[in-house]
């Protein structure tokens, strides 16, 4: 299991202790959240907060772009340090074209999709990407309650990408805790995201080490 603990539910005032607690603990990668006020309606970071973070982090760089039109800021967050670029179904005219684009540019490519976007919506790009972000909340904010029938949605999924022998993983992203992660991993998911289930914690590291502990 991929654990990815969201810099959005850090404190911002504090965002190299942030780093330094990922950068000790158990935890596999970094997820980043852009938002852009127009895709989602909230505002993030961009380009220069992930540059600078990436100054000190040691991990994969998971970067989930919000934001409409996302391929024309596909380069710059590559320079920033994006290791893998996700966007949205739902914000792509040409999706095909933005995924081939991202890979070329030597990043994993992801999808996101929002919880009322059906999972078959994905079945002529299922083999083209690596990752599928399964939103199980609506996408804008950190801390909210994860919609329940997103492990249907995990489930459709998974059989979707063996049908297409795709290799990509499934990321879950929105109200994961560690009461609900084993139901989660148990339903086919690869990569679990945690805002503030990690960072609103009273010790972040211990509950990182919780969260790999869980076997599906
Ligand atoms: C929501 C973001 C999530 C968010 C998750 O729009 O995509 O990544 O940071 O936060 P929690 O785990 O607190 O729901
Ligand atoms: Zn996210």
Request: hydrophobic share 45%.
């Amino acid at each position: 299991m991929i654990l990815a603990p969201s810099i959005l539910a850090a404190d911002f005032l504090h965002l190299a202790d942030a780093c330094k607690i990922i950068n000790e603990s158990e935890a596999d990668w970094f997820h980043l959240d852009v938002m852009d006020g127009r895709f989602v309606p909230n505002i993030s970071y961009g380009m220069d907060f992930i540059k600078q973070l990436k100054k000190v982090s040691k991990k994969f760089f998971d970067v989930h772009l919000m934001i409409v039109e996302p391929e024309k800021y596909s380069e710059e967050f590559k320079n920033a340090g994006a290791d893998g670029l996700t966007v949205h179904l739902e914000a792509c005219q040409n999706l095909h074209r933005n995924i081939q684009q991202i890979k070329s540019l030597g990043m994993k490519a992801g999808v996101a999709i929002n919880p009322h976007s059906p999972v078959i919506l994905l079945k002529d790009i299922i083999a083209d990407v690596d990752l599928v972000n399964v939103m199980s909340v609506n996408p804008g904010f950190g801390a909210q309650s994860f919609i329940p029938y997103s492990i249907q949605k995990i489930k459709d999924l998974k059989i979707l990408i063996k049908e297409n022998n795709s290799l990509a993983k499934i990321e879950v992203d929105g109200g994961v805790s560690l009461k609900n992660a084993k139901q989660i991993l148990d339903a086919g998911a690869d990569v679990l995201v945690a805002g503030n289930a990690v960072f609103g914690s009273r010790y972040p590291k211990e509950t990182i080490k919780k969260f790999k502990g869980l076997k599906p």
